[in-house]
């Protein structure tokens, strides 16, 4: 996938890096195969397979100054999520080996981890049985409510520590600010008007006052960040957008709206009713994440218009169903 972030490395640097990085002599490293993965959207990555066929993932952060807000310094907060969740929780996620930010070696943020066995769920779902899916999305609730156990002392980006608030509503409003000012900084058509967004938004706010202590949100757990084999998942990856906040962020969570709703995960994460308010966080989250979508096509300059089209879609339609749910807030 192109996108105008990845901020691509030459295989001399790459193995320059890996000797730094994973302690590599210089036989070595000459002997290291690099291979590029192209499925990612943001950061560049590379899989590297090392003289004793061990196998390495190196990610490397975008090297520009056209990033959305919520972006910048996401690498770190990518980093500390992973070691926050291997330690403290039973969810597997692949191991940090080396978090570089001294941009001596390559001028961004990099990091190398272990490569995860198996396939990304979006790639073999259509493969499964319903009862093979049940069982990945089932367990995916439960290491989601792991993720969510973890406790913050301030709302806000992991990355972004000075602009963490004490409260939830004030934090959101801030995320919501700052993807329509990166919306209006491009000119970015988000389908409807600006106001159109911002209005419905700051007068749902006040639900968001029930929630009361900062989760560890992941914020982008779908089928593609979950990887799995023989019929278990192996790890979880792209803790990138990780946050401390409301739960109900989740991605399982915010399709609730879909027409099908993802019972095996809500099964396995322990919540299956929800009131009134929640519905509404729930469609002010899918807001908020469909502004990014639109506003990120603009600063990454995708050559593929699907995602624009589809988000500019969604937009509308939850903008519509905020409306309606008014009626019974």
């Known amino acids: 996938m192109y996108s105008k972030t990845k901020h691509a490395q030459s295989e001399d640097v790459l193995r320059r890096m890996a000797v730094f990085a994973l302690g590599l002599n210089q036989?070595?490293?000459?002997?290291?195969?690099v291979r590029e993965l192209t499925g990612g959207y943001f950061n560049a990555a590379y899989e590297l397979t090392l003289a004793d066929d061990r196998q390495v993932i190196v990610k490397i952060a975008p090297c520009t100054d056209r990033l959305l807000t919520y972006e910048k310094n996401i690498m770190q907060a990518e980093v500390e999520a992973m070691r926050l969740t291997e330690e403290k929780t039973a969810v597997p996620v692949p191991h940090i080996y080396c978090y570089d930010n001294t941009h001596h070696l390559c001028n961004s943020d990099y990091f190398f981890m272990e490569k995860l066995e198996g396939l990304p769920y979006s790639e073999c779902m259509e493969w499964m049985t319903d009862t093979d899916r049940?069982?990945?999305?089932?367990?995916?609730?439960?290491?989601?409510?792991?993720?969510?156990?973890?406790?913050?002392?301030?709302?806000?980006?992991?990355?972004?520590?000075?602009?963490?608030?004490?409260?939830?509503?004030?934090?959101?409003?801030?995320?919501?600010?700052?993807a329509l000012d990166d919306g209006m900084r491009v000119s970015a058509d988000l389908g409807v008007g600006y106001e159109e967004v911002r209005s419905p938004v700051s007068h749902n706010l006040d639900v968001l006052d029930e929630v009361s202590e900062p989760a560890l949100?992941?914020?982008?757990?779908?089928?593609?960040?979950?990887?799995?084999?023989?019929?278990?998942?192996?790890?979880?990856?792209?803790?990138?957008r990780a946050l401390w906040g409301d739960p109900l962020m989740e991605h399982?969570?915010?399709?609730?709206?879909?027409?099908?709703?993802?019972?095996?995960?809500?099964r396995g994460y322990g919540r299956t009713e929800f009131s009134d308010h929640e519905m509404i966080r729930r469609l002010l989250y899918n807001?908020?994440?469909y502004v990014i979508m639109i506003v990120e096509c603009y600063y990454r300059e995708y050559e593929d218009e699907g995602q624009y089209r589809w988000s500019v879609i969604k937009?509308?339609?939850s903008l519509d169903m905020l409306e309606r749910r008014n009626g019974r807030k």
């Open 252 to 266: 399982y969570f915010r399709m609730i709206t879909e027409p099908k709703r993802p019972e095996a995960f809500l």
């Open 27 to 33: 036989q070595e490293a000459e002997s290291t195969k």
């Open 315 to 317: 937009l509308k339609e």
């Open 134 to 178: 049940d069982q990945i999305e089932e367990s995916l609730g439960r290491c989601n409510a792991q993720i969510n156990g973890l406790k913050g002392l301030s709302f806000g980006c992991l990355g972004r520590i000075k602009e963490q608030k004490n409260s939830w509503r004030e934090a959101f409003a801030v995320l919501l600010e700052d």
């Open 287 to 289: 807001i908020y994440m």
């Open 217 to 240: 949100v992941h914020w982008d757990l779908w089928a593609g960040n979950v990887f799995v084999k023989d019929g278990k998942i192996t790890g979880i990856t792209d803790f990138e």
